[in-house]
């Protein structure tokens, strides 16, 4: 074998059947060590990357050593690298070499600029460099979406535009009002703290209507599922776009466009769960019913201004999507470069959720009459949960990294090749078996796009966001007891296990199918998205 295939062999990846054992076995240490050993999910996903890279075939990762050749320097060297498209390049090495670029001759392994690890270490180095990655493009914007959701919630500004949506639309349409305003006001909010937020006001809504108290279970549930799984600024989102490398001012707009397809069918589908499955409000840790009637009561002299209340929601989306469609008008940057450079600045995730921070904040501040010392003591809370969140994050995205470098993506496109595979439908089905093996929505859509990605070829017939939203769509299959999501809303709602599974798994499943169903559809009567 020549020098030029070894090296698009150890670069690429042989594909075969040992990537998918090693996902497999990857998959399983994470569930034991989660559920069983009960270990951080943090410390379960890092394990997991390194030993992904460990089982990897000697010789595979970047910058790793030959284990029995001695080190020599091509002249002249040929280069591998992957190019903007994602294409494997090989080709007489420039100078200098491309970012990530493999020098090589005689099959032996160069790496630029460095000194060649053995394949133990590199694995090790790999997995930390994958966790550094990802933690770079996510961490700044998940702090700055927590402290936002802690604003919303301390201020009262939820529950200002939930009381307003409810003036406009009725006691009667309460349901659907929570549902189709909690949808939107989810978007920069955590599932856990989202539904922490509004379910006093459920529970206050089930006291004062006398309706079943399952429905407003069920519809603060609906809508954010659907935004956790499908729009950034929530972390599986935000990594799947840079996983997939697609526009993510794109994924919010096109996403919040067509994650409204399940949520409507899914909100009739809980309204028929509540009239067959009666559910009582019960006394829980955190609430007792006694208590919630203040909430009826509570004036609305005490909450913010309604515009005031949504802006921090608003205003982030609109930046990122304006800036966006800026870049997808041609002749644009060309024609008015000053006020792209504004517009490209102003819709930069970092600066466009700081600048939704500073509205919540500053709401915050207002109502509550807050100093420096108090606001600041309140922000303690929010960061140091955006800190949990963005090392599991980080540690998932690390762990995606490595199946890459261990060929799971070129295994699954071999395996492919050659078969009328429909993408949108496969990279569901995988994100599903990962969510329904493991619990984590998370983890599921960051392992799901990895794998995926190499799939994404310029030939595709359709854009590649819907694949991006079928794995989103695929996170939220049949969420049961090894989810922490199942637990929030059984354990915080007083639900018992059975009831749960009869109604939030439903309603996650339905969302889930619907979804892709919706993507499948949209993909053949709108093959390509504006933006794209």
């Known amino acids: 074998m020549n020098a030029p295939t070894l090296l698009l062999a150890a670069a690429a990846g042989s594909p075969g059947w040992w990537p998918f054992a090693i ?44 284990a029995s050749q001695e080190l020599t320097h091509a002249d002249p060297p040929l280069a591998a690298w992957r190019d903007a498209d994602g294409r494997l390049r090989l080709e007489t090495a420039p100078t200098p070499l491309p970012p990530g670029a493999i020098a090589a001759t005689n099959a032996v392994i ?27 493009g996510v961490g700044v914007v998940i702090a700055l979406a927590s402290i936002i959701g802690m604003c919303l919630m301390e201020s009262g500004a939820a529950d200002k ?18 549902c189709f305003a909690g949808y939107l006001l989810s978007i920069p909010i955590f599932f856990d703290t989202f539904f922490m937020l509004l379910l006093p006001l459920g529970q206050a809504l089930a006291l004062r ?43 919010i707009w096109v996403g919040t466009l067509v994650g409204l397809i399940p949520i409507t069918i899914s909100w009739q589908i809980a ?19 006694a208590d919630l009637q203040a909430i009826i009561d509570k004036p609305e002299s005490e909450l913010p201004g309604f515009v005031a209340s949504i802006a921090p929601v608003i205003v982030p989306i609109l930046l990122i999507s304006a800036a966006s469609t800026a870049a997808a008008i041609e002749g644009f940057r060309a024609g008015w470069p000053a006020a792209y450079a504004a517009v490209e600045f102003a819709g930069n995730r970092n600066v466009a959720l ?32 955006a800190g949990v969140i963005i090392l599991i994050t980080s540690a998932g995205g690390a762990f995606g ?51 995926v990605f190499p799939l994404l070829t310029p030939d595709l017939p359709y854009h590649p966001v819907y694949v991006f939203m079928a794995i ?42 619907i979804g892709v169903l919706a993507c499948w559809t949209l993909s053949k009567l709108i093959p390509g998205v504006a933006g794209g």
């Open 209 to 251: 209507t006398r309706r079943n108290y399952l429905l407003f279970v069920l519809a603060i549930c609906t809508g954010a599922s659907v935004t956790h799984s499908l729009i950034a600024p929530h972390p599986g989102p935000l990594a799947m776009a840079e996983l997939l490398q697609v526009d993510l001012g794109l994924t």
């Open 354 to 385: 700081l600048v939704g921070a500073v509205l919540a904040l500053a709401v915050l501040v207002r109502q509550r009459r807050l100093d420096f010392a108090s606001l600041g003591r309140m922000l303690g809370t929010p960061l140091e949960t």
């Open 472 to 513: 989103g769509f695929g996170a939220l299959t049949m969420s049961w007891m090894n989810d922490s999501g199942f637990w929030v809303v059984c354990k915080l709602s007083g639900l018992t296990e059975k009831e749960t599974l009869r109604s939030w798994t439903i309603i996650a499943t339905t969302n889930s199918v």
């Open 23 to 66: 996902l497999g076995i990857c998959l399983v240490l994470i569930i034991v060590l989660i559920t069983v050993v009960r270990l951080h999910a943090f410390l379960a996903l890092i394990l997991a990357a390194i030993t992904a890279g460990l089982l990897s075939p000697v010789g595979s990762l970047p910058g790793e050593r030959p």
């Open 110 to 136: 160069v790496p630029p600029d460095q000194t060649p690890r053995s394949h133990w270490v590199q694995a090790v180095e790999l997995a930390t460099r994958g966790f550094g990655a990802t933690a770079g």
């Open 271 to 289: 309204k028929a769960i509540s009239r067959r499955l009666e559910v009582p409000l019960r006394d829980t840790a955190s609430a007792q019913v």
């Open 161 to 178: 535009v939930v009381r307003r949506f409810l003036a406009v639309f009725g006691e009667e349409r309460a349901g659907g009002v929570i």
């Open 401 to 451: 990294l490595m199946l890459r470098h261990a060929g799971v993506g070129q295994a699954v496109q071999a395996l492919a090749e050659g078969r009328q595979w429909n993408l949108i439908l496969l990279a569901w089905a995988v994100a599903a078996v990962i969510r329904i093996a493991q619990g984590s929505a998370t983890v599921s859509m960051m392992t799901a796009a990895a794998m």
